[in-house]
């Protein structure tokens, strides 16, 4: 395994991120296809073995379980001091709104339970899941700031932003003394690449670290279409939702994909992986078997000559966006004015 720093923290990360979002109680949360606590355990403690120590999971992952099974597994196996762990919070819900909680003491609550959830005093990376755009960004930005301040977080990232978004975010707190935004969690593959237009040149400048979810495109840069199609394959209407409508010209990248990974004797995984190795600082990988952090283990030590990756990026067409970022955006003018500062508007 190789380790690099996460942006302008002093966290050092392996270089695969181990996503958890497929642990979980399959009752408990939107995806069915999620695996159990034994089997969850099992991937962690190869994961472990394998040199990974940088952890994603989400409060909004199959109701907090996916936390609570990562949480028990990483106490068992692994000092704390050696791990850095990420989770993630979601907006203010509208019951909160109306019943006048604020988005600082929304954050506050929602890192308690995630704390409890995860069995630990703090988490090194506490990251803004997707954009509210019913709560002030000065108050996101507010309420991240005294849990750092609390020792509760040690760091704050995004998820699911504009470049334009994070560019202000961070301008902000830096204007108001508050912590910045050092990570970002966006969707970037092989087969989605619209990141590289703003996101990523913008984050090279700033010495922002990109941690791409979706690495494996949900497991299509892994196999070939409709080859060994797995439980999720069949049943994640949210990955059909992000792929399904460029299918076409996607698969002529996947077959380069398959071409390399003969040619190399490697997994379509380790190539898929070693070309988004050179854009970024760590992709979160998710894996619901052992083979799959194993192949991305693997990947790691994987290095494509300059006209491979070429190869394989030259079908690319532009992509419309899908996902969350498709509803990245104010649904009326009113709501675009959340950009308050409190003593000036910063944005529309």
């Not at 196996?77 to 819900?93: G, H, M």
């Not at 750092?148 to 975010?169: D, H, T």
């Not at 902000?172 to 989605?192: D, M, P, W």
């Not at 990109?210 to 209407?237: F, H, I, M, V």
Request: proline share 3%; glycine share 8%; charged share 25%.
């Amino acid at each position: 395994m190789q380790y690099t720093k996460l942006g302008n923290s002093d966290l050092t990360v392996s270089r695969i991120c181990m996503g958890c979002m497929g642990f979980g109680d399959a009752g408990r949360g939107q995806h069915s296809w999620t695996i159990d606590e034994a089997s969850s355990r099992e991937i962690i403690k190869r994961g472990l073995d394998l040199g990974v120590n940088f952890y994603d999971t989400a409060i909004a992952y199959q109701s907090g379980t996916s936390e609570q099974y990562l949480g028990r597994a990483l106490r068992d196996f692994a000092r704390r001091e050696d791990l850095v762990v990420a989770t993630k919070f979601l907006p203010r819900t509208q019951a909160e709104i109306e019943a006048g909680v604020t988005g600082q003491q929304h954050i506050e609550t929602m890192l308690n339970t995630s704390l409890k959830n995860l069995g630990m005093d703090y988490v090194d990376l506490y990251i803004y899941h997707m954009w509210d755009w019913q709560t002030p960004i000065y108050d996101v930005l507010d309420g991240l700031n005294r849990m750092v301040k609390a020792g509760k977080a040690r760091y704050i990232g995004i998820s699911n932003c504009f470049a334009w978004q994070l560019a202000q975010a961070n301008a902000l707190a830096e204007r108001e003394g508050f912590a910045k935004f050092v990570s970002v969690q966006g969707h970037y593959n092989l087969i989605f690449r619209e990141e590289e237009r703003e996101m990523v040149p913008f984050c090279t400048q700033e010495n922002i670290a990109l941690t791409p979810y979706s690495a494996l495109a949900s497991g299509r840069l892994s196999r070939l279409p409709g080859q060994n199609d797995t439980k999720r394959a069949e049943e994640d209407a949210y990955a059909k939702f992000k792929y399904d409508a460029t299918a076409a010209q996607d698969n002529v990248i996947i077959a380069r994909v398959a071409e390399l990974a003969e040619k190399h004797g490697v997994s379509m995984t380790e190539i898929s992986l070693a070309w988004l190795l050179t854009k970024v600082t760590a992709p979160v990988v998710g894996a619901t078997k052992l083979h799959h952090i194993e192949g991305a283990a693997k990947a790691v030590e994987l290095e494509l000559r300059e006209e491979e990756l070429a190869y394989l990026e030259a079908p690319y067409v532009p992509h419309p966006l899908s996902g969350v970022m498709a509803q990245n955006k104010p649904a009326n003018a009113k709501e675009s004015q959340v950009w308050s500062t409190g003593d000036q508007k910063i944005g529309s």
